[in-house]
Every structure is written in structure tokens, then in C-alpha cells.
């Protein structure tokens, strides 16, 4: 079995419904869900002008393969209503995956971990709470050292669940 660990989030409709209906697809169409982290609040990255995201970090146990996972959670986002119409826009679902074990993966439609991680708080900041000692594989740092290093900004509200 695989551990990974993905990030969900949106900022359409009723986020945190979404965000459970997510998990729930993952469970189905992908392994085991192991762990959660609190549901996170964040100002839109990227584009602002558009609602606050939710988002929320999942670990996962799964027998799929980096390419067949990805494929899974392609189609979890289109059944859910996803559209592709517009970078950084507005979204009802979206699931990246963040660290496959301690794989890189470094093909045209699938990078592993995401290149994006070291830089965005809002997805560090739930991945520590479930994961503050996994270890990012190209940089041999940890989830937490990385988060105490991170330069973004962003203010990244935890939430009750």
C-alpha cells in the first residue's frame, strides 16, 4: 500500500459539505482514509477577487499507482462538477496530490510532490497537522520545517470542525 497525502479544497457553494462529499469519493474510488486535518480557511490565492477557500489535508492509504490515482481524482473532481475554466479561478472541489511516499515524480501531467507545496501555506498548514514530520523527498526537509520556512503571507484560518 501507498501513503499518500493529498490536499482538497474549494471555495464554491457549501465548502465544507464539499469538502465531506470529497472525502468520502477518495474512500471509495482511491483506498483508505487514515488521517484529517481541521478544515482550513484562506483568502483566494492566485486570483483574489473570488470567495475564501476551505481546504482541508487527507492521508491517504491507497494500492493505485501515482498515474491511476491521479486518474481517480480527475474523475472525483468532474463528477463533483469541477470545470476547467479558468486558472486560479473559482472551484468546487480541487485535489492535488502532495507527496506519494517518498516518490518524485516528474512527468508531463503529474508532479510528485507538488511544485507548489514549499510555497503555499495554506497547504502546509493542514499537512503539518496531520503529517509535521513526513518528509519532503526533493528537499530532505521536514512538513514542519518547511512550514517555519515558508515566505508566504497568506493568513490560514484553522476552523472547528
Known sequence: MNKVYLLIGGNMGNRKKQLQKAVIKIGEACGTIILLSHFYETAAWGKTNQPSFFNQAVMLKTPLSPIDLLNAILQIETSMGRRRAE?????????????????????????????????????????????????????KKSILCLLEECTDALEVRKLEN
Do not use: C, Q, T, W
Not at 479561478?89 to 503529474?110: A, M, T
Open 87 to 139: 486558472k486560479f479561478g473559482p472551484r468546487i472541489i480541487d485535489i492535488d496530490i502532495l507527496l506519494f511516499n517518498d516518490e518524485i515524480i516528474d512527468l508531463p501531467n503529474l508532479k510528485i510532490p507538488h511544485p507548489e507545496l514549499i510555497n503555499r501555506r495554506f497547504a502546509l498548514e493542514p499537512l503539518s497537522e496531520i503529517a509535521p514530520e513526513a518528509m519532503h523527498p526533493a528537499f
